[in-house]
Structures are given as C-alpha cells and as structure tokens.
C-alpha cells in the first residue's frame, strides 16, 4: 500500500469521529489508510486514555443486540433468570445485550460453576422435546392406522412423505407396541415388495409353462427375461422342489424325441468292454451318452466300479506314460540309493516317476529327509559358476584347472569351494592360498603367509609364489614401502 500524508482538515476530521463512537478499523477504512495511520494521529490528539463507553452504550441504542450497561436491578433479575433455568441465548433475545456481557455478568456473580442439570430437565420435561410435523390428532390417527391394518412403518413414511425414523418416533411416543419381524415378513410377502419385472398378471403364466415341462433358460428366451428372475417367480409360486420327470416323458413322446436306452444286448457289450479295462469316459464318448448313463448300467446289473487307484493304474497301463506307483521292491532300493546320498530327482529318473512318487516314499517308510542345504551340498552347480551364471560381470579369470575365479575389494582372487581346510565362512579361498597348497601342502601353508614374488596380486603361477612367516612377511613389505617412500620423495622430485 503507498504511504498517505493527511491534511490538519482530515487528522481533526478523524478526532471527532473517534470521538462519537466509530472504531479505528472504520476509519482505516473510510480514509484508505492502515489501522497504525490511525492509532499514531489518536495519540497525536491526545485521545488515546479517552473513555468512550457512554458514547458506545448509545450507539447500540440503535441494535437489536446492544452492548448495554449493566444496572443493579437488570443484574438480580439476569441472576434469578439464569438460577431458574434461562439459556444465554434466551437472556439475549430478551434484554438485547450482546452474548459476552451475559457471560461475564455471571462470571462476576459467581454463578459460572452452578450446577443446573434438574432445572433443565424440569424445563424440558414441560415442552416437547421432539419437533413435531404433525398434530396431536393426526399421531393418533397414525397410530390406529399402524395397529389396525396390515401396514409397516416404511409404507407410512411413504403415505405421508417423512422418513422412516419420525413414524418410529410417533409410535414410540404414543406407546405403541412396534411389530416384530416376523408379522413384518408376512405383510411383505402378501404384497410382495419386490423390485418386479415381471407383472403379477404374467407369473401365473409362467407357472403353468413351467409345468408344462418348459426349463428357465427356454422360458427366459421366450420372454427375454432373466433366468435369475424366473426361478424366483417360480420359488414365489411354490413350484421350486416340483418333480418333473413324468412332463419331461410326456414331452418327449409329443416332441417325437425317443429318450436314450439301450436294449439287453448293448447293455452286455458295455459291461464286457469296462470289465476289459475300458474306462467309463470312454464308453461315454463311443456310445455318444453322458457318464452317468453308463454308471447307471453297471449299478443295475451288480457290477462293481473300479476304485481310483485301479483306474490310475488301468490309464498308465494302457498308455505310454511312466507308472506313478511303485513297487516294493523298488522302493527298497529307492530308500538305498537315497542312503547313498543320491538326490531323490536322479532317483525319480531313473524309475520313471515324479520326484512326488520317491517323497511319498520317503514318507511312508519314515526316512528322514535332508535339509536344503544338505541336498545343496549333494547337487552339483558347476552349470552355474562363471559365466553361465546370472551375476557374471566378468570381473575375474580362469584358473589353470578350468574354475572361475573373481576378484575381492583388496585385488586378489578367489574361488568357490565346498570342503577345504582352510575355506572361509562363505566357502570361499584366495587363488594364491589354494595354489599353493597344491604345490606346497596345506600343513606348510597352515599359519603362514602366501607372498607374490613379483608382487602382482592376480599372477597365481607356482613361479610366483613364495612362503613367509608374518613377521617375515611384515618386514619384507615395511621395507619395500620405506624405499618407495625415499624415491618418490626425494629421487623422482625436480628441483629446479
């Protein structure tokens, strides 16, 4: 906002105005000046100590709500008024002050901390507690109508448009007993409150083409209606358990639709061909008929069905598959070979069977199987070293005997191994360590230090490689490192 200077004419102007009542904000606002313009011209007036509660008791004179003074007999009666139950709302409307001076006038009679629970409720118990959209004559009509006639509370709420919850309160008020679920259920039944798409003129319709014979889904095509409406047509119509068999025959004959049965003579065909080992399903798709029909032929004439271990073995036999089952004599070899510390998958291959089969196995006889890392161990990972493996980064070379050997943070190299002396805790060795040991033995290496001739970290030869003491060790490096200090310091530096 740009600084505005004020004339003497307007600084006066301000002083009167303050005078009569109107605050600082207002002429803020009324000059188009901050609020601090007008505190600092207040000061330079000499009014700021100015006591303005007369001219401000005048000026909400003209309020509906004032900001009056208090006298002695308008603060007994406020007193006497709030004692006996009157809300500060009520105080308000009726002498006009604003909501804070009440509060504050009883504050100052102590009475902020009354207690005013039984008043209250006396006062409430004389009014209505509800707000009431009816009169006293139309809730009793209300609640004739609600215990004579066959009415819910919902069907009451849509005669007279309210909500559910005002005809529960109307009949909870006049003491009437409400309906239990049950009479509800039986009135809406009677009326049948469903969300209809069919007309009550056209289930019985649909009833007696049911009982014609007719199914759902030809019924629900004939009237383009849904199949999930129509049973519930029909479970409304009683006719849901109905046994039709005797309307499907009728139909049928009428239709000139022979019903499939087969005489004496392709029953006894059927019965040699599944006692030959044909399956049921077969016998199904080659007569082209459904498979109950054929386990309805073999119960008829006492012919015991194949349990499901028979049926498997029958399928297997038959076919080239491998046999899932196996026998007990080769199950006690399975459990030698797995003693053996042969992995139950080359057990699998070589019987033909599932690595599932040899478990079950396992399981039965009680053998206890190896843990993951023990069978880990068994296996053999060399397709996934180097880089056939998925981390390969191809950082790293291979050894003389064909292993892959990557290199650590310090620039040696390392290798993979599963039993060895001197491995470390994640099984792996340093080239240089496992070289030689080969040349020299583990017993020598044992304690000792392995050292790089040429001190090339990545060069393995046998050439190369040197045993030490560590303290022999130390001191060769110390030594090393002293010279290489001397030269790059004094040797290699220029001076001119």
């Known amino acids: 906002m740009e600084k505005i200077e004020l004339n003497q004419e307007q600084e006066i102007q301000i002083g009167e105005l303050y005078k009569s009542g109107i605050s600082q904000s207002d002429l803020a606002k009324q000059f188009n000046v901050t609020k601090g313009i007008i505190r600092g011209i207040v000061r330079k007036l000499g009014l700021q100590g100015l006591d303005r509660k007369y001219v401000l008791s005048k000026k909400s004179a003209t309020i509906n709500r004032v900001n009056k003074l208090f006298t002695k007999e308008q603060e007994i009666e406020i007193g006497e008024l709030y004692k006996s139950g009157a809300s500060y ?8 002050f604003s909501k804070s001076y009440i509060c504050k006038l009883i504050k100052k009679l102590g009475l902020n901390n009354l207690d005013r629970r039984s008043v209250t409720k006396e006062k409430n118990s004389s009014k209505d ?12 009509q209300i609640c004739e109508e609600y215990l004579n006639n066959p009415v819910c509370a919902s069907d009451l709420a849509k005669k007279y448009s309210v909500n559910n919850s005002t005809i529960l309160r109307i009949l909870k008020r006049n003491g009437t007993n409400l309906k239990k679920n049950n ?14 798409v069919i007309s009550l003129e056209l289930e019985p319709k649909i009833g007696e083409l049911y009982l014609g014979g007719a199914s759902l ?5 004939r009237l383009f209606i849904s199949k999930q409406t129509i049973s519930g047509c029909i479970r409304r119509l009683g006719l849901k358990n109905l046994n039709r068999s005797k309307v499907h025959k009728e139909k049928c004959i009428e239709n000139g639709i022979e019903r499939r049965k087969f ?7 059927i019965i040699d061909l599944y006692l030959s080992g044909k399956s049921e399903s077969e016998l199904s798709k080659q007569y082209s008929c459904s498979k109950n029909t054929i386990k309805g032929i073999l119960k008829s004439n006492n012919i015991q069905r194949r349990s499901l271990k028979e049926a498997i073995l029958n399928f297997y036999e038959k076919n080239d598959n491998p046999r899932q089952i196996l026998t007990k004599e080769q199950e006690q070899e399975v459990i030698k070979m797995y003693n053996n510390k042969i992995v139950s998958g080359e057990i699998a291959k070589k019987y033909n069977v599932s690595s599932h089969v040899v478990i079950a196995c396992l399981e039965r006889n009680n053998i206890p199987r190896r843990t993951i890392s023990e069978s880990c161990k068994l296996k053999d990972y060399t397709y996934l070293r180097g880089e056939n493996n998925y981390n390969f980064q191809g950082l790293g070379k291979y050894a003389p005997d064909g292993v892959w050997t990557g290199y650590d943070s310090n620039g040696y190299l ?8 001197l491995m470390h805790k994640d099984k792996t060795i340093s ?7 080969l040349k020299y033995g583990v017993e020598k290496v044992r304690g000792n230090h392995v050292h790089h001739i040429n001190e090339i970290r990545d060069d393995n030869s046998w050439e ?6 560590p303290e022999e060790h130390a001191r060769h490096h110390d030594h090393l490192n002293r010279e290489n200090w001397y030269v790059d310091k004094y040797i290699d530096k220029d001076f001119d």
């Open 414 to 421: 390392r290798r993979c191994v599963r039993d060895h002396p």
């Open 89 to 96: 709302t009520d105080l308000m409307n009726k002498y006009g």
């Open 431 to 437: 080239e240089h360590v496992y070289q030689a040991c």
């Open 464 to 469: 190369n490689l040197q045993i030490m003491t």
């Open 263 to 269: 005489d004496l003579d392709e029953e006894k065909t």
């Open 129 to 140: 507690p509800y707000n009431k959209l009816f009169s006293d004559y139309k809730e009793t």
């Open 217 to 221: 889904t030809d019924i629900s095509e």
């Open 183 to 196: 009479e509800i259920l039986e009135i809406r039944e009677e009326k049948d409150y469903r969300n209809r």
